[in-house]
């Protein structure tokens, strides 16, 4: 008697769920040439570094080959002091390898200029800097390969890092401008294209040790500060966009009625008695896109941002689309490329100002147009005819 018969339940009341098969285990096979507990301790992933062809770990040599391992001297030419090591090689049959130390290829140095006595006070005077410092700096040059850290180190006078620099570059380019007469040969140096300059380093070290003595309470309130800019920024852009919008009524206008012409075709002026048409205005520059482009100018990196196309997109909006195809036709015509090669801060901007400027120029050409065909009946004298039907002779190519 259990549980169940006290209770007078059925013994089989409760049906037998039925167990979850768990999903077969893909089983991966060892690699041939690798030993059981190597591959258990990669888990059965993929190395990091790339590894020998499998094919290659079990390979033997050939009969005929006898591999044995000699402990024999060496030289480096990477060494001046012709030092004389052993280290353990493997041999063929006997045959030790021949030719220069293995890793001798890594010893690389830089090419110093040096200088003669001549050119010394020819070219390289200079009343804060004695021949003897000069030539101390430049063997330390030599002896660290321009690692100024260590040189400035190493200098016996109390000389800066900065000072330093700019002695080895300022006579490194006199130098080479004394023996090249010809500029056209090294223009593209990089020593003349450029060159190094002491305050900017000087500039560039002290602001870099300002950020990074910084504490977090500065930190903050610099947040602080730049939030409070981009909240006032934002509450600024609905006047001004209200008066963006008052500005380019007037020289907007015309411009949908003169968009519609083909080239070839002939503007028909108005009847002299009859009201001009209404113009349809365009609409303004949308919120959205003046957010837009009030983000944008808080930018300071553009390199690799969407930056450019969201700010010809919101510059471009109330433009039509044949309109943008001419300014991108008139860039074309000038040389300009449609987008800059390096989009900085700055050259984005000139080529925003250059678009600007040449949409202004085709409004303008537009209105000259619209303008020349109202008062083309008025210089001809033909007030009998219609003023909807000018002369064939009369009319008006495009010119854009």
Request: aromatic share 8%.
């Amino acid at each position: 008697m259990d549980a169940k018969d006290i209770l007078g339940l059925p013994k089989n009341s409760f049906p037998p769920q039925e167990k979850k098969s768990r999903p077969p285990k893909e089983s991966q096979r060892k690699p041939d040439g690798i030993s059981r507990e190597v591959y258990a301790l990669t888990g059965g992933l993929a190395p990091l570094m790339p590894a020998v062809d499998s094919s290659q770990l079990k390979r033997r040599p050939p009969p005929d080959e006898k591999v044995a391992w000699q402990w024999l001297g060496f030289t480096s030419s990477a060494r001046k002091d012709n030092l004389h090591l052993y280290h353990w090689v493997r041999v063929v049959n006997g045959v030790p390898p021949t030719g220069d130390y293995s890793f001798a290829k890594y010893n690389k140095s830089v090419d110093i200029t040096r200088y003669t006595d001549e050119e010394y006070e020819k070219y390289l005077t200079d009343p804060r800097w004695t021949k003897e410092e000069t030539d101390q700096l430049f063997d330390l040059c030599e002896q660290f390969d321009l690692r100024f850290i260590v040189i400035a180190d190493r200098f016996p006078s109390s000389r800066t890092l900065e000072e330093l620099k700019d002695r080895y570059y300022s006579v490194s380019r006199a130098l080479l401008i004394a023996r090249n007469p010809s500029s056209v040969d090294i223009a593209a140096h990089p020593l003349l294209k450029e060159p190094y300059n002491i305050s900017r380093d000087v500039e560039r070290k002290r602001a870099m040790s300002l950020v990074l003595s910084q504490t977090r309470q500065q930190e903050q309130r610099d947040e602080e500060v730049l939030a409070e800019a981009k909240r006032i920024a934002q509450s600024r852009i609905p006047a001004k966009v209200s008066q963006e919008s008052e500005m380019a009524v007037a020289p907007n206008a015309g411009v949908e009625v003169t968009e519609r012409t083909i080239p070839g075709e002939t503007v028909s002026p108005p009847p002299s008695n009859a009201q001009h048409p209404l113009i349809p205005v365009p609409p303004p520059l949308s919120t959205e896109n003046a957010s837009t482009l009030a983000s944008l100018r808080i930018l300071r990196v553009y390199l690799r941002t969407y930056a450019l196309e969201q700010m010809l997109q919101a510059a471009s909006s109330t433009a039509g689309l044949r309109t943008i195809k001419r300014v991108e036709q008139t860039l074309q015509d000038l040389g300009v490329n449609l987008k800059p090669r390096v989009p900085t801060k700055a050259v984005c901007a000139e080529h925003l100002e250059l678009r600007k400027e040449i949409l202004t120029l085709l409004n303008l050409q537009k209105q000259l147009q619209y303008k020349e065909a109202e008062g083309l009946p008025f210089r001809e004298g033909s007030f009998t005819e219609t003023p909807g039907t000018p002369k064939v002779g009369s009319s008006f190519i495009w010119s854009l």
